[in-house]
């Protein structure tokens, strides 16, 4: 989340605030009333705050420089998936209240097939979606229009113990190779001491973390999941076959632990934080919890870069985040988008990311002094999300992730499994889903 800064004092506007956002789950009135005190107001579905005192100075800054308005939350679970639960059955029930809605990376395509989500194209002009990072609108984009404005950005990052490179004067690597010598040769010399410990760390559990964990592997390398033109499954193509062969042959239960292969974000996490592994591929929130005294035995000793990529090829990170959409049944979308645009702008952004340690998805802000002064992790950070990649945009994602979850699962789990022969028949089910998903474009 990425948001908000204002410079309007917000101590003026906390009548209206009091008066007008909701902290908890809220509807409007009985018989749909959408005014407030004469001002308009904007239902917001959206997850609990983490940051809940940012979104009130944010939210507070908004009231007092939009006076006509007012936003009315509804809070909705934590969970992407029981949040998306939520949200499609509002949005199917045409519910008039929501407004404004958060939406997970891949699910614009969803919402904008369905009939869902108002296109952003007449408020959001090309000259302002050129200032957010190109993976984030690519996301946001679906048959050629724009339903989602980028709210905040992760990606994958790569997460080393700078003191044991440091003391071998070794720079973090750049190629997925090189990872793989200098975590051997960490191991052996912890081995040779009597200590547990692992080269690498990351989420190859079959969920959603590990199409996003292959997709870099696959990408760095040269190849595709799919053709983002005609849709044609290339799994099988030499380049994607080369980097499953790599993870299964290289990675797992050499550098990584075989256990990797039941590791989500919180598993992988726990190993590095324990001191029991050179390098973690992980998101952006890894950062401050790794150098967390209070919950990491390697605090101060943690360093941050763009994952690796193949020879010849270059570092790619899986695009991870929120948009912010309008639903097509709202009656205000004039006053929804006010409220976009403020969430969304410069100053909101960086005051999120000065005061949450938030990432922007405002490109210029990772040069912004007061930023990087605040969080200077975030120039890092910026490097990756310049390398960022969208997942595949299909209206049938959640049905296209599963088929991609089970090929890679299968792969990683059999060593002596034929990969040209799953990726032949895993791709000749992505190629039927496409099928489907042609079907489905509005």
């Not at 040769?185 to 912890?190: K, Q, R």
Request: with cysteine; net charge positive.
């Amino acid at each position: 989340m990425n948001p908000f800064r204002a410079g309007l004092p917000w101590i003026a506007a906390l009548l209206a605030l009091a008066l007008c956002l909701a902290c908890g789950d809220s509807s409007p009135p009985a018989g749909g009333a959408e005014r407030a005190g004469g001002r308009i107001v904007i239902n917001f579905v959206t997850w609990k705050p983490n940051l809940p005192e940012v979104w009130q100075e944010a939210l507070a800054g908004f009231h007092a420089s939009h006076p006509g308005l007012a936003v009315r939350r509804q809070i909705g679970p934590h969970s992407s998936t029981a949040f998306h639960d939520l949200l499609t059955q509002k949005l199917k029930n045409r519910s008039r209240e929501v407004d404004v809605f958060l939406m997970d990376v891949v699910w614009p395509p969803e919402f904008a097939s369905a009939g869902w989500a108002l296109p952003l194209d007449a408020y959001f002009p090309p000259r302002e979606r050129a200032a957010f990072f190109p993976a984030a609108m690519e996301a946001n984009t679906f048959a050629g229009k724009v339903y989602g404005a980028p709210f905040n950005i992760d990606t994958g990052m790569l997460f080393y113990r700078r003191d044991l490179l440091a003391a071998r004067k070794w720079r973090p690597p750049e190629t997925w190779p090189q990872l793989v010598e200098q975590a051997r040769a960490v191991m052996a010399d912890e081995a040779g001491a009597g200590r547990y410990f692992q080269g690498y760390a990351g989420q190859f559990k079959q969920y959603e973390g590990l199409v996003c964990d292959m997709l870099e592997f696959i990408l760095s390398a040269g190849g595709r999941i799919m053709d983002p033109e005609t849709g044609r499954c290339l799994l099988a193509e030499p380049r994607a076959l080369k980097a499953v062969a790599f993870v299964r042959e290289q990675l797992m239960g050499r550098v990584a632990p075989r256990g990797s292969l039941i590791y989500q974000e919180p598993e992988s996490l726990a190993l590095f934080v324990q001191g029991r592994a050179l390098f973690l591929r992980s998101w952006p929130y890894a950062w401050q919890v790794s150098n967390d005294p209070q919950k990491s035995k390697v605090a101060g000793k943690v360093g941050m870069a763009p994952l690796p990529h193949f020879p010849g090829g270059q570092g790619r990170a899986a695009l991870g985040g929120w948009q912010m959409g309008i639903s097509a049944y709202s009656r205000h979308p004039e006053a929804a988008w006010a409220f976009i645009k403020y969430v969304t702008s410069r100053p909101v952004q960086k005051l999120f990311a000065i005061k949450g340690g938030r990432a922007p998805t405002r490109r210029d802000l990772y040069e912004d002094p007061e930023v990087l002064a605040a969080q200077p992790h975030l120039a890092e950070m910026g490097r990756s999300f310049a390398q960022a990649a969208a997942r595949p945009r299909t209206p049938l994602y959640p049905a296209l992730s599963r088929l991609l979850q089970v090929y890679f699962s299968r792969a990683l789990c059999d060593p002596q499994a034929d990969l040209p022969s799953l990726a032949q028949s895993a791709c000749r089910q992505i190629d039927e889903l496409t099928a489907l998903s042609r079907e489905a474009r509005p």
